[in-house]
């Protein structure tokens, strides 16, 4: 199930991974829960 906690736990793995600043502009797919699978976090 996709959850809030699920959804920092990624973001919190993908900084980790690709640091980012304020000044910078990521692209985003939507709906989430379709590229959250294809990123193999879990």
């Known amino acids: 199930m996709l ?3 699920n959804l920092i736990a990624n973001i919190c ?3 980790q991974v690709l640091p980012q600043t304020t000044a910078e502009t990521v692209p ?3 709906p ?3 590229d959250s699978g ?3 976090h879990h």
């Open 3 to 5: 959850t809030h906690a």
């Open 13 to 15: 793995q993908n900084e």
């Open 28 to 30: 985003a797919v939507l």
């Open 32 to 34: 989430f829960f379709h």
């Open 38 to 40: 294809s990123q193999g």
